[in-house]
């Protein structure tokens, strides 16, 4: 690291601290030539595969923006939104991959996005997965109550398909 004062190629680490939820580390530095502290961030670098091909940082800050879309409306609150671009961001690190596709960040938002309000996620999911016909929201709806719908017990019985049965 290049002191920021007398140019030197090198410097010494005199203090590291987390911040940012731990993603990224604070630096203390000296320079050894002039002996001028000045203080580095460092975070591990995560890039965008966008659908044209080109890349970007990944951003929190544009994931809470496309959640917030698909939650207008809706009783989310921002501390939630929050929350969820913390979590969809430590599922994308927690990959340890480098790049990652717009797709799979997509991926990563669907599932806390469907906890957090099933609206929003049929929203999101619409846009992410575009839909075209009626059907695709009537799949995805089908998916939604299958999760929760609690699973059977033993000695539960389905319920009739048909007609009800005669009282009398």
Do not use: N, W
């Not at 911040?19 to 460092?42: K, N």
């Not at 997509?106 to 609206?119: K, Q, W």
């Not at 997965?129 to 719908?149: G, S």
């Amino acid at each position: 690291m290049h002191c920021p004062f007398c140019r030197h190629p090198d410097s010494r680490v005199v203090d590291s601290r987390t911040a940012d939820d731990g993603t990224t580390i604070r630096r203390r530095r000296q320079c050894p030539t002039c002996s001028r502290r000045f203080t580095t961030v460092e975070t591990a670098s995560l890039m965008v595969i966008k659908r044209s091909g080109v890349t970007e940082p990944f951003s929190r800050d544009k994931v809470i923006a496309g959640v917030r879309k698909a939650c207008q409306g809706r009783p989310v609150t921002e501390d939630a939104l929050a929350k969820l671009g913390q979590r969809v961001e430590e599922a994308v690190r927690a990959t340890g991959s480098a790049e990652l596709s717009t797709h799979d960040v997509g991926l990563a938002i669907l599932g806390p996005l469907r906890e957090l309000d099933v609206v929003a996620y049929l929203r999101f999911a619409s846009v992410y997965r575009a839909f075209d016909t009626l059907e695709d929201f009537e799949t995805a709806i089908a998916e939604l109550r299958e999760r929760e719908r609690p699973p059977a017990g033993p000695g539960d019985t389905p319920a009739p398909v048909g007609r009800p049965a005669a009282t009398g």
